[in-house]
């Protein structure tokens, strides 16, 4: 039997350029499906912003033009090999040679051009996928290409896609104008039914309308999308293709994410080994400039600063919160409102607050580690990671039931001591707030605590398992 060829179409991908979950899940699960036998490659933007270590590994194979309206564009291929699995740049200066990933006044074309270019690189590399996996709506033309342009020419003939939605929030909704300027398609798919969106298109819509498969990154989420409340105007599209429609949990990375051997941390530390993590909150007090203190919960917040990860509910409790006798560490950017909420809060409240306002890698994981709690109330989450990597480290989550999180923290029970988390259903602040004084009363039990602690660093957050649904995924795309 043949390999199954998988071509992985991410506009961000780790350790390249990383935004948002996204790259986490475009640098962990090709890896994960190269282990079970798949021929999978990755194509993302050679980016201004790629490290130069990367850069300097990179191997230039050919190039090819793109036409995108009147414009005949330059694309150079360029490949390396990252953890065993080929990743290949589209290289276009006029588009990627630009600081940051997203943003700019040209967005559609800018992707319009890599979603046509990882199409007719193709021949050039001399691969013929089964299945073109896009992601978010970045990708989301590669399906509709493909039936308008492409299907009638042999080699494209069989090659089916699937659809990721890592969050639907996100559309890439732009003039009507580009679908005939840019995209190059005829007004024939300027309907309700397809890709014609309040008189505007939707690439997002266009991954909907017209991939073989669509999948989203959580049972719950895949459901949640149904209806008006998380379907962000497309529930109707999703509901008409619910047939098509799947949810698989996302995975992290076991390996880089360890923490007995993460070298971004200040000690090192097992599940039968907790006094490294304890050191780390030592540390991450110390640095971070709290007072050190073992007996007070440190409670972890990394996010983006957006209403969708329930920081309106944070804002409305914060006082009442610091009232309480806990240590809150924040990082992250964001909107201007919830930024400043929390740099207010470490002003007010400089020996419970920590207020870090921009992104930084290691010190997201040594939050992981230093924490006690890790607090995601949101309004909405597909999946979710980072109470993935809060349970990897032994930080134990408070979460609101939505998306992903309900599908991967379940609500500690002290009658039958199951659960690796706290929880608590409605979108209210004042029941988060008891959710998190009942985390703390917990936390007063080191026996329940530490057998919590235990709990989450015990389980299988790997995508061993996600990854053998997205091999059934793959073959129920190619039989269809």
């Not at 291929?77 to 943003?103: A, H, P, Q, S």
């Amino acid at each position: 039997m043949e390999k199954l060829k998988v071509l992985f179409a991410s506009s961000e991908v780790v350790p390249f350029a990383k935004t948002g979950g996204l790259a986490d899940v475009a640098g962990s699960l090709p890896k994960a499906l190269k282990n079970l036998d798949v021929d999978i490659r990755v194509v993302m933007p050679k980016y201004k912003d790629i490290p130069q270590q990367y850069v300097d590994q990179m191997e230039y194979i050919g190039y090819i033009y793109v036409d995108i309206g009147w414009r005949h564009q330059y694309c150079g291929l360029l490949k390396t090999e990252y953890d065993g699995v080929t990743i290949y740049f589209i290289d276009n200066e006029y588009y990627f040679n630009r600081n940051g990933l997203y943003g700019y006044h040209d967005e559609a074309e800018q992707f319009i051009f890599f979603s046509k270019a990882l199409i007719e690189m193709l021949p050039c590399i001399q691969f013929q996928p089964d299945i073109i996996h896009c992601n978010d709506w970045q990708t989301g033309v590669v399906s509709l290409l493909l039936n308008a342009r492409y299907k009638q020419q042999d080699f494209f003939r069989n090659i089916k896609t699937v659809f990721t939605i890592h969050n639907l929030k996100y559309q890439g909704v732009f003039p009507k104008e580009v679908l005939t300027d840019i995209l190059g398609i005829s007004w024939e798919h300027f309907t309700v039914d397809k890709i014609e969106f309040y008189d505007q298109i939707n690439c997002m819509k266009a991954g909907l309308a017209y991939s073989d498969i669509i999948n989203t990154v959580s049972k719950t989420y895949a459901e949640e999308i149904k209806h008006d409340f998380f379907g962000e105007n497309l529930q109707d599209m999703i509901r008409k293709r619910s047939e098509n429609l799947y949810g698989i949990v996302n995975g992290i990375d076991m390996e880089t994410n360890n923490p007995a051997s993460d070298q971004r941390l200040f000690a090192n530390y097992d599940v039968n080994h907790l006094e490294g993590k304890y050191e780390n909150k030592r540390e991450l007090q110390r640095v971070l400039g709290l007072p050190v203190r073992n007996d007070v919960p440190v409670i972890g917040i990394i996010s983006r600063l957006v209403a969708q990860k329930g920081l309106d509910l944070i804002s409305c409790v914060l006082h009442d919160m610091l009232h309480e006798d806990l240590q809150l560490v924040i990082l992250g950017t964001g909107e201007s409102i919830y930024e400043q909420l929390f740099i207010h809060a470490a002003s007010l409240y400089p020996a419970k607050v920590s207020a870090n306002i921009k992104y930084d890698g290691t010190l997201a994981q040594r939050i992981y580690a230093g924490s006690d709690m890790f607090l995601m109330p949101s309004l909405f989450e597909p999946c979710g990671l980072s109470q993935l990597f809060s349970l990897r480290y032994g930080a134990i989550p408070i979460v609101r039931e939505t998306g992903g999180l309900n599908d991967t923290v379940q609500s500690y029970n002290e009658l039958t001591n199951e659960g690796n988390g706290f929880s608590f259903t409605n979108y209210n602040a004042q029941d988060m707030l008891h959710t998190i004084k009942r985390a703390i009363h917990f936390y007063q039990d080191k026996e329940i605590w530490n057998a919590l602690i235990r709990r989450g660093m015990s389980a299988d957050y790997s995508w061993n398992k996600s990854a053998e649904e997205y091999v059934e995924l793959y073959h129920t795309a190619s039989s269809k």
